[in-house]
């Protein structure tokens, strides 16, 4: 019996000594693994074409470059860190870098990436230098323009009150759709911010000292832009069939279908309708505002960030510097459709369309997301209120009025 | 004899033979112990303490999380919900089961292809299958609401994931329609176990088709139907994916449960305290449900 237990013990043994020797082998050579946010546009080509070339250059580093959809991203950075168990870099929400950096979980880019590709960068796509130190590369800076479908209608609203009585003029359900307006939550708060944004609000007031006050998605200015969607979604009836069961993934198709005249858009809106086939023109102008008001756009910034737990964070470095040569992120940029973030690049000619004309002049007069900690649940309160009142559940009012006091409590105010 | 005592003590736990099955057991109890136990204790001792964002203890905190959870209402609609959800599910995967292995178990042509065929949802993965009728439920190129309108079944039909009561509806479904081919397959198994002379004698007996089911079958998976129902509760309780990925909890949290909950306060909003008191009372009142089960279960075998 003594011998059968050794044996069984021996057997044990040598079953788990193959994969020491396989984990000892791997250990050789340094695996940087880099969470590549699946924006719209980008093709699994792109990825693997530039993940084999990078190796090809770096035969002593092993690169794995892990699509992750964009709406999954946050969650799975979070499991990651509480895991213990960070990739070397990552694509992020810019306004995510001040909740890593309070987990002391990101480091300072600089370290690591070289001063060439630093200073190729444009100075003004440097949202994530916080506190002097830069702590996540810039990869997409886009503001938000409007497309119109000139097959539909050749008419450029200027106000939101053009672009209702335009919508209505065209809207020819279930045929043809005024506009596009998501109304299922989804990872951004994009839809209400054009409309707020237009109406002259902001989430939160703004301090003096630059810091950010109580929220303000309740003030006048909020309150008309919900009043104004809800208007077009329930009273007029412009947006397609079904916005409440429909997130930005599920509406935007319905326009590169070319069954509606107008959508408020990212930059990616070329690639994404090349990808799907649409066989119309579209031109592209500023998102209208209310009258009175001056044209506010919404501009959302991603970078890649460097973890401050990963273990080769210096081939990491080395990577970024690979792929931010023109041949590989002007690319990235012409497939995402975002304007470029690099100078050498901007100034090749794919980037002089009216696309990036648009983009550019929307830049101009652009404000972004709230950086600050605690902003998904924010977004998902106040993405609540807006359900609440296209279900007519409550009014505008109502509805952000409870929003408002809901996030003060959670930030303490 | 005290010593004998002990002696024999130790060799009842530590002889050669029980060596060798600790040693066997060894990996078994060490995964165990490692993924299924430790998570449980820590999750019970975050609900005590303050975790930062990455679910790391800092302070204790007493019972200061379940109080503050308690006190919201939304906590109660979600827990609600909850239990109307697995109600719902298990009593309809138990209803549509049962017929269906009914159907099953009569005797007939291509009888072996169309178990084959009841089995493809339990087969498929969940996510794809949710994917598969978030598809389906599309209200501009969904296959559901174009076949209402081309067939003049329903003109107008509804935005399934739009609203509240046919989203909550809609994910219903869903879960069900994963979860009938396992009831089904448990209920036909234990149907083919029952002796073919029972019915035979009933037959002679001049007895219908109701009092057979009723008198004959139902007794006859008897404990069957219990597990059955047992695993389903706890699996339908448990669902994350279908609600996740049809509705993200949405219109308005209408559709949240315990389980999205859970992983919207810890994942997607960093709350780690909230999720962790979430996940403790989602596994008392599973425990409550299985030990109420077992009890039941063990006193039968007994009698």
Sequence with gaps: MKKLNKLILIALLLSFLPGFLFAKGQQEKPKVTFYWALYDGLTEDFRASLQDAFMKANPDIKLDIVPVPWKNMHDKITTSLAGGNPPEISVIGTRWLLELMGLNAVDEVTSYVSKATLDNIAPGAMEAKIKGKLMGLPVAAGARIMAVNTSITTRIPMTMGELEKDAMAVNNPPKVYGLIMPGKKHTELTDFAYYLLAAGGYFFDINSDGSYGKCAVNSPAGVKALTFMNKLANVDKVVQKGYLSMDRMGSHPVFYAGKAAYVFIGAWVESAMKQANANFKVKYAQIPPFAGNKSTPLIITDSIAIFKDAKYKKEAGKFLDFFYQDKWKAKFDELVGFPPVTISASKLPQFQTPLYKALGVAALNARGWPLMEGWAEYSDIIWDANQKVFLGQMTPKAALDEAAAKIDKARGM | ?303
Excluded: H
Aim: glycine share 6%; with cysteine; net charge positive.
């Design chain 2, 1 to 303: 004899m005290a010593d004998r005592v002990i002696i024999g003590k130790r060799s009842k736990w530590w002889n050669e033979e029980t060596r060798l099955a600790y040693l066997l057991l060894f990996p078994a109890v060490f995964v165990l112990v490692a993924f299924m136990f430790y998570p449980i204790v820590y999750v019970f001792l975050m609900s005590f303490f303050n975790a930062d964002k990455l679910g790391r203890l800092r302070a204790f905190s007493g019972l200061k999380n379940y109080k503050t959870l308690l006190a919201t209402k939304e906590f109660w609609k979600v827990t609600g919900r909850s239990i109307i959800w697995t109600a719902i599910g298990v009593f309809s995967k138990t209803i549509f089961g049962l017929v269906i292995a009914l159907l099953l178990n009569v005797e007939y042509r291509g009888r072996k292809f169309s178990r084959m065929l009841f089995i493809v949802p339990w087969a498929s993965a969940v996510p794809i299958s949710a994917m598969l009728w978030m598809w389906v439920y599309n209200p501009e190129f969904g296959l559901l609401n174009y076949t209402l309108e081309v067939t003049g079944l329903w003109k107008n039909p509804p935005v399934w994931l739009g609203k509240p009561i046919s989203a909550f509806g809609a994910c219903m479904w869903v879960d069900i329609w994963i979860g009938i081919p396992f009831m089904a397959l448990v209920f036909l198994a234990g149907m083919q176990s029952i002796p073919s002379e029972r019915y035979e004698s009933a037959y002679i007996d001049g007895v219908n088709s109701m009092q057979k089911f009723f008198y004959i079958t139902l007794p006859g998976i008897g404990e069957l139907l219990m597990i059955a129902t047992l695993l389903s509760s706890l699996w339908t309780f448990n669902d994350f994916n279908v609600i996740y990925i049809l509705t993200r909890g949405g219109p308005a949290n209408s559709t949240n449960i315990l389980i999205t909950s859970i992983y919207q306060y810890g994942f997607e909003w960093l709350k780690f305290n909230t999720a962790s008191v979430m996940a403790v009372v989602t596994f008392l009142i599973l425990s409550i449900v299985s030990i109420i089960y077992a009890g039941i279960y063990f006193k039968r075998e007994r009698e």
